[in-house]
């Protein structure tokens, strides 16, 4: 009779416990579920422009999951958008802590470092990103950002790795072109930036290509193929034709110079 007792009060226990243990996993499953849906509406809310909104939803969403980086980076986001530079700063940091591996959230940090003319920080945080993602990208992002220091050989050095890694990649080419034209090296330039036209003659910075090239064909008295990538160039801008032809007639006067 009291080992059936004992049994029973052994029984009783055990249902207890898994009753207590599936309620607690129901209230995480509903939490999560709930931080889904104000995730959601904060970026309906980013997508309408509503920041206010869009922050509000995030911050529910973020009380409800604290261990989710995604939900800091995407309120990150719309703080830096806000230019609420140090509750971004604040957010992106949260998000490298909960996931240091991400290969999207070292760039997005950089990128308001850069905002913040902070750029060492940039530089080291762009390294880091070196380490957990080795596509072309982590060393164009690098080497964007010498170039803006104007420390054209270490960008070149990126760019190339860049190269190596994808010889496809119009943008590696196209930055490294204007690191050597910063350097005055107008042929390597001229090299990279005909490459870039070669891989895709519509890229986003076509423009500056023909424009870049252009320059240098005449600074190595190849007049003729320099009024050729201008011509091209009001091409892709007509409402610069008055500023381009004069450029277009100088480079004449050099020609009949020479």
Known sequence: MKKGFL?????????LWNTINCTKKDDTNNMNEDASVYKA????????KKYDKSIVNYTKAIELDLQNDNLYSERGLVY???????????????????NPNSIFLYPKRANLYIKLKEYEKAIVD???NIDVDS????????????????????AIVHFSKAIDINAMNVFSYFH????????EKYEKAIADFSKAIE???DFIYAFDAYSLRGHSYSKIKEYDKGIADYNRVIKLNPNLKDRVEKT???IEALKAEN
């Open 199 to 201: 891989i895709n003659p």
């Open 7 to 15: 049994y029973l009060i052994f029984i009783c226990t055990l249902l």
């Open 176 to 183: 490294r072109g204007f690191a050597y034209y910063k350097q």
């Open 248 to 250: 277009i007639k100088d």
């Open 41 to 48: 509406r904060g970026r309906t809310s980013f997508d309408q």
């Open 126 to 128: 762009y390294t880091k």
């Open 135 to 154: 596509s072309p990208s982590a060393f164009i992002y690098r080497g964007k950002l010498y170039n803006r220091l104007n420390e054209y050989e270490k």
């Open 80 to 98: 830096e958008i806000r230019k609420e530079y140090d509750k971004a700063l604040a957010d992106y940091n949260k998000a490298i802590e909960l």
